[in-house]
T-cell receptor
Framework: QKEVEQNSGPLSVPEGAIASLNCTYS??????FFWYRQYSGKSPELIMS????GDKEDGRFTAQLNKASQYVSLLIRDSQPSDSATYLC???????????FGTGTRLTIIP | DTGVSQDPRHKITKRGQNVTFRCDPI?????LYWYRQTLGQGPEFLTY????????KSRLLSDRFSAERPKGSFSTLEIQRTEQGDSAMYLC???????????FGSGTRLTVV
């Protein structure tokens, strides 16, 4: 059974600081990795995807992947109150269509 | 195109009744997925279609659940003889390539009383 683990939080970060969200996964054949943001009562929204070891940057967001250690992280620079949400990590295996999600980390940006 | 549409947004039903939800994916997406999410949990995979073919179905999905995508466009998810444990948000998503992630609809929140 594939597992995707996230610290449920809540994680509180002052406005303007860097928020760091972590995710570990159990299956070594996992190939694609995604971060989704979910506001309370809303559906998940894709914010980052990463497939190769290393960093991938998109605006204030940076995804980091380390396949040897089986973890993926999301950094949010210059955190804003609008970043307050639950962040879901999801992984996908080669040849498998479904995404396996973690339980999410609730992030609160403190003004 | 306005994204993935789901209908209804909310559904309250009595235990034992049947319910049906509809999903209209993004038009150029041939892949369609159904997920279920309960409070404090991540979305849980239910089933997957590529065009009209249902190619994968979760072992967790009981026989009371059935999904169709008759012409490879919209999809329906039916739950027969609903139980209180079926109360959840039912999410539909679509994509053109699994490696690029999904676009989710707004979901249908089901409450079984």
């Amino acid at each position: 059974q594939k597992e995707v683990e996230q610290n449920s939080g809540p994680l509180s970060v002052p406005e303007g600081a860097i928020a760091s969200l972590n995710c570990t996964y159990s299956d070594r054949v996992s190939q694609s990795f995604f971060w989704y943001r979910q506001y309370s009562g809303k559906s998940p929204e894709l914010i980052m995807s990463i497939y190769s070891n290393g960093d991938k940057e998109d605006g204030r967001f940076t995804a980091q992947l380390n396949k040897a250690s089986q973890y993926v992280s999301l950094l949010i620079r210059d955190s804003q109150p609008s970043d307050s949400a639950t962040y879901l990590c999801a992984v996908n295996d080669f040849g498998n269509e479904k995404l396996t999600f973690g339980t999410g980390t609730r992030l609160t940006i403190i003004p | 195109d306005t994204g993935v549409s789901q209908d209804p947004r909310h559904k309250i039903t009595k235990r034992g009744q049947n319910v049906t939800f509809r999903c209209d994916p993004i038009s150029e997406h041939n892949r369609l997925y159904w997920y279920r999410q309960t409070l404090g949990q991540g979305p849980e995979f239910l089933t997957y279609f590529q065009n009209e073919a249902q190619l994968e179905k979760s072992r967790l999905l009981s026989d009371r659940f059935s999904a169709e995508r008759p012409k490879g466009s919209f999809s329906t998810l039916e739950i027969q003889r609903t139980e209180q444990g079926d109360s959840a948000m039912y999410l539909c998503a679509s994509s053109f390539d699994r490696n690029y992630g999904y676009t989710f609809g707004s979901g249908t929140r089901l409450t079984v009383v």
